[in-house]
Nanobody
Framework: QVPLVESGGGLVQAGDSLRLSCIGP????????VGWFRQPPGKEREFVAA????????YYADSVRGRFTISRDNAKNAVYLQMNNLKVEDTAVYYC?????????????????WGQGTQVTVAS
C-alpha cells in the first residue's frame, strides 16, 4: 500500500487555526472513507473526525465538534482537517487513515492505511 501523506502541522497559539492536509495515493482514494486521528504525548491514539464514503456523512469526536471540520477534494485526492480555536489539549501528532471498509469510523482498528503523522503543538 502507498501510505497517505499528511502535512500542515506546526506550532501555534491557543485560539489560532490550522488546516491539515492528507493526500491519498490515487483516484481510488475518493472511493474510501477517511479518518483523522491524533495521539497526544503519552496517550493512546484517539479518533478526531471521519468522512464517510457513502452519503457522504461526517463524524466528529465530542472534543472537537464545532471547532474542527473535515472535508475532501476528490479532484486532488485530498482530505482536509480545518482546526479552529485550537486549545492546548489539541496538541498531538495527527494522522489520517483510510477506512478498511468495515468497522466503526471512530475505531483505530477499522483503518488499514496510515500516514506518517504531522505534529500540532498549541501553546498557551
Amino acid at each position: 500500500q502507498v501510505p497517505l501523506v499528511e502535512s500542515g502541522g506546526g506550532l501555534v497559539q491557543a485560539g489560532d487555526s490550522l488546516r491539515l492536509s492528507c493526500i491519498g495515493p490515487g483516484s481510488s482514494f475518493s472511493s474510501v472513507a477517511v479518518g483523522w486521528f491524533r495521539q497526544p504525548p503519552g496517550k493512546e491514539r484517539e479518533f478526531v473526525a471521519a468522512f464517510s464514503r457513502i452519503g457522504p456523512s461526517t463524524y466528529y469526536a465530542d472534543s472537537v465538534r464545532g471547532r474542527f471540520t473535515i472535508s475532501r477534494d476528490n479532484a486532488k485526492n485530498a482530505v482536509y482537517l480545518q482546526m479552529n480555536n485550537l486549545k492546548v489539549e489539541d496538541t498531538a501528532v495527527y494522522y489520517c487513515a483510510a477506512h478498511s471498509g468495515s468497522g466503526y469510523y471512530n475505531v483505530v482498528g477499522s483503518y488499514g492505511n496510515w500516514g506518517q503523522g504531522t505534529q500540532v503543538t498549541v501553546a498557551s
